[in-house]
């Protein structure tokens, strides 16, 4: 079991910065990838970024260039600093894992944090 507390959401004008937090606790040794997601009302939700153990990144087309994804030394908080911040980037930001445990068969499970508003208003 994994849980995923996120921090870090607000109210930011258009070229302004945010960072976002995302702590996991309980049972993390097999998380293998961390992202954070968004969602606007009537859109389906969207990958933004994803890092692996490794360190390996992945972003959205959108925001490649001004969003940055990191995690910590002890690989449990995941950070996603947002850089000229534009109104389309106004959505839920989902804190989001994955996790395989070498269980019998081996099972896959993945977690999604409770949400922070960005909100991007001038």
């Known amino acids: 079991q994994v849980q995923l507390v996120e921090s870090g959401g607000g109210l930011v004008r258009p070229g302004g910065s945010l960072n976002l937090s995302c702590a996991a606790s309980?049972?993390?040794?097999?998380?293998?990838?961390m992202g954070w997601y968004r969602q606007t009302p009537g859109k389906q939700r969207e990958l933004v970024a994803n890092i692996w153990t490794s360190g390996m990144t992945n972003y959205a087309d959108s925001v490649m260039g001004r969003f940055t994804i990191r995690r910590d030394n002890a690989g449990n908080t995941v950070h996603l600093q947002m850089n000229n911040l534009k109104l389309e980037d106004s959505a839920v930001y989902y804190c989001?894992?994955?996790?395989?445990?070498?269980?019998?068969?081996?099972?896959?499970?993945?977690?999604w944090g409770q949400g922070t508003q960005v909100t991007v208003s001038s």
């Open positions: 989001h894992a994955e996790q395989f445990l070498a269980l019998g068969l081996g099972a896959e499970y993945e977690y």
């Open positions: 309980g049972n993390i040794a097999g998380i293998y990838r």
